[in-house]
């Protein structure tokens, strides 16, 4: 015959599942695939941000995540649809891209939209991430992927990515740092991942993309047209599908993100990913090229 504390122990049981259940449901909701991040709303990395970048999605925490991508966190259940009118990618005709409002849902940091007006020369622009920890050099790929690159050199003279703090970190399997959400706190408890600049774009630069150690790239959601701020800085080699823009070439900083690297995650989700223990703020970041 069941006691009184029998009935306790299976209402306190009872209890515990419902909880699971229910945070299992918010982590899976929060890691949709809208994702680095926009990144985000890329997740960065930055991203899922496949197997969990073009989210790189948000972090820290007791979270857990099937698999690791570089997506950018999904804000709502809806996150991952497209938007009506999708970006388009460059035209040639008119030299324009094609950016569009995101409609899914994230936090935005406004900055108003990129001049849809963009050039092909230079075919490189360096664009120089100042950190707490040192600077981390990056050649854009300006000529292959002009509309990632004419949004970064928007945000950066918009001072977007001014005070922001790197809120993934992956580990020897899924080796990147993802960036670019302005509003993520990087603490570990925070679900980080879901900021964005209120636009998205078309991916570029696919055609046989890899994501080696020294790759730049954008985080994106699982659906496509959906890359925004969030980025995702690879230090070893990543197996990803190619669906995240590679923009770029870390020229000099690899030696930052392998310190990052070493020191680890604070809370690790099931997948290894978190927020990092050693803390990357960017201060600035500015981009420039040679005609």
């Known amino acids: 015959?069941?006691?009184?504390?029998?009935?306790?122990?299976?209402?306190?049981?009872?209890?515990?599942?419902?909880?699971?259940?229910?945070?299992?449901?918010?982590?899976?909701?929060?890691?949709?695939?809208?994702?680095?991040?926009?990144?985000?709303?890329?997740?960065?990395?930055?991203?899922?941000?496949?197997?969990?970048?073009?989210?790189?999605?948000?972090?820290?925490?007791?979270?857990?995540?099937?698999?690791?991508?570089?997506?950018?966190?999904?804000?709502?259940?809806?996150?991952?649809?497209?938007?009506?009118?999708?970006?388009?990618?460059?035209?040639?005709?008119?030299?324009?891209?094609?950016?569009?409002?995101?409609?899914?849902?994230?936090?935005?940091?406004?900055?108003?939209?990129?001049?849809?007006?963009?050039?092909?020369?230079?075919?490189?622009?360096?664009?120089?991430?100042?950190?707490?920890?040192?600077?981390?050099?990056?050649?854009?790929?300006?000529?292959?992927?002009?509309?990632?690159?004419?949004?970064?050199?928007?945000?950066?003279?918009?001072?977007?990515?001014?005070?922001?703090k790197c809120h993934r970190l992956g580990s020897d399997r899924f080796p990147m740092l993802q960036c670019g959400d302005p509003t993520a706190k990087a603490d570990g408890k925070s679900q980080d991942g879901a900021g964005g600049p209120g636009y998205v774009m078309a991916e570029e630069n696919l055609d046989g993309a890899t994501y080696t150690r020294g790759t730049m790239a954008m985080a994106k959601t699982q659906a496509p047209g959906s890359t925004g701020s969030q980025f995702f800085l690879v230090y070893g080699k990543l197996d990803l599908t190619p669906d995240y823009t590679p923009v770029g070439t870390i020229t000099k900083g690899l030696d930052i993100l392998d310190k990052v690297n070493k020191a680890g995650v604070i809370t690790p989700m099931q997948d290894g990913t978190g927020a990092p223990k050693q803390t990357v703020e960017i201060k600035d970041v500015t981009i420039a090229g040679k005609s």
Do not use: F, W
């Open 1 to 164: 015959m069941a006691t009184g504390k029998d009935r306790q122990k299976q209402l306190a049981r009872e209890h515990h599942e419902r909880q699971l259940k229910r945070r299992q449901e918010r982590e899976q909701q929060a890691k949709r695939a809208a994702i680095i991040g926009s990144s985000v709303g890329v997740v960065v990395v930055v991203g899922g941000i496949v197997a969990a970048v073009a989210l790189l999605g948000g972090g820290g925490g007791d979270q857990t995540s099937a698999a690791a991508s570089p997506q950018a966190s999904a804000a709502t259940k809806d996150a991952a649809a497209s938007p009506a009118a999708g970006p388009k990618p460059y035209d040639a005709a008119t030299g324009t891209c094609g950016y569009v409002a995101d409609q899914s849902g994230g936090t935005v940091k406004d900055v108003g939209m990129p001049p849809a007006e963009v050039k092909l020369k230079p075919a490189t622009k360096t664009m120089t991430i100042k950190t707490n920890l040192g600077d981390i050099v990056v050649e854009l790929n300006n000529a292959k992927a002009p509309c990632t690159v004419n949004s970064l050199e928007h945000l950066a003279a918009k001072k977007y990515y001014d005070g922001s």
